[in-house]
């Protein structure tokens, strides 16, 4: 078994990473994921290789999970149909390259000679030991109204950036680094091995082939620092609990000058104390008197546009029973459209009666024909004494 096939039968199942079954869908997926991410990430974890392991793990995963193209790959050949660079049009079965599986002559010549033919990157790192830095995320929580509006929010994150003293070289004011003298400035070491020649990443100077022997004292070397930097994210009108705003180029700054990661906000929105959201369309439940019901009348409800509206109410409406408010409801992202709203109606039962409440009532009770005023407790009660017949026979 080949370096590379070993290293894929180790890897998790995606799908165990986030504890989801293989038929979960998107929203679960990103759910999960969310979780995680904020639970693993750098920042809540300093100094935990575990942890940064993992985060890496779910970040990987997700990106897979996350495409329905490479999610439909990867539920049919596993790990492997990202091996060699993932699908080719054109090639095997299933519109993968005849060599990208278990096996192929690619992992052979990877096995024995790393990357001979002159690749310039590894790993995340340049030729230069330049290293692309770490994804961010951040936890972002709006209320409803916003969610509606949109808005430009400001956010502090704390993250690594450039060094202002040595500009991102990692060496002192006054000296450069130097070409590294184990590898004589390729990054790569050989070393025979019976009748091949092995060539490895230069453990020396970690294959950037370059040494800073004079580091700069403020950032130790490695081209950045510890900051808090502050940023402001646009958050469209529409936008939905879950959803994750990417800011290119926020993320953490590269190492010895290499190019910075992302920043993922995470929106996160509050439980509001009247509507209840359900896609586009907003949801309220209005308890009104027994008396409204019954005879008809008109109420006022709020809208989520800071509005009040009327809603003329039938005589006779029953508890459960919806009204439709067109165009009423949220946002939709990115476009002018909005969706509905729905009240329904929640009949109240009166309490702490006066004595000439009670009377009225019981007047009521006596003069009305069950049949006609109360025709579904009427007709549950005539069904259930003819069960109490059945019974009997």
């Excluded at 539920?75 to 990208?100: E, L, N």
């Excluded at 439709?324 to 992202?333: C, D, I, P, S």
């Excluded at 909005?338 to 019981?362: C, H, I, W």
Aim: contains cysteine.
């Amino acid at each position: 078994m080949t370096t590379k096939e070993k290293a894929m039968s180790s890897k998790k199942d995606f799908y165990e990473i986030f504890g989801v079954d293989r038929k979960a869908s998107a929203e679960d997926l990103k759910k999960a994921y969310r979780q995680l991410a904020v639970k693993l990430h750098p920042d809540k974890n300093p100094g935990n290789k575990d942890a940064e392991h993992k985060f890496k793990e779910i970040n990987e995963a997700y990106d897979v999970l996350k495409d329905e193209q490479k999610r439909a790959a990867y539920d049919r050949f596993g790990h492997g149909a990202f091996q060699g660079g993932g699908p080719r049009p054109g090639g095997g079965a299933g519109g993968f390259s005849g060599f990208s599986g278990a096996g192929g002559f690619g992992d052979i010549f990877e096995d024995l000679f790393g990357e001979m033919m002159g690749a310039q990157q590894q790993g995340g790192r340049s030729a230069n030991g330049a290293r692309r830095g770490a994804d961010l995320s951040h936890e972002m929580e709006i209320t409803l109204e916003e969610s509606f509006k949109g808005k430009d929010a400001p956010i502090k994150v704390a993250t690594w950036q450039g060094c202002g003293t040595c500009s991102g070289s990692g060496a002192e004011k006054g000296s450069k680094a130097e070409t590294c003298d184990a590898c004589r400035g390729s990054g790569r070491v050989r070393a025979q091995q019976g009748f091949f020649t092995v060539e490895r990443t230069c453990t020396v100077c970690g294959g950037a082939g370059q040494v800073i022997k004079t580091p700069c004292k403020t950032c130790g070397g490695s081209g950045r620092v510890r900051k808090e930097k502050s940023l402001q994210v646009t958050i469209p009108a529409g936008i939905e609990d879950g959803t994750r705003i990417r800011l290119a180029g926020e993320g953490e700054a590269g190492v010895r000058g290499g190019p910075p990661g992302d920043l993922y906000v995470f929106m996160s929105i509050k439980p509001h104390r009247f509507f209840q959201r359900e896609s586009a369309n907003l949801h309220c439940r209005v308890p009104m008197p027994i008396h409204t019901v019954a005879l008809g009348g008109t109420i006022e409800v709020p809208t989520i546009d800071g509005k009040r509206i009327k809603v003329t109410i039938p005589a006779g409406t029953q508890t459960g029973q919806q009204f439709r408010l067109k165009g009423k409801g949220m946002t939709v992202l990115r476009s002018p459209a909005r969706g509905d709203m729905f009240v329904e109606v929640a009949v109240e039962t009166p309490v702490n009666l006066s004595k000439k409440q009670k009377e009225l009532l019981q007047e009521f009770s006596q003069d009305s024909n069950d049949a006609k005023t109360n025709p579904q407790s009427h007709g549950f009660f005539d069904k259930v004494k003819e069960l109490w017949e059945d019974l009997k026979d």
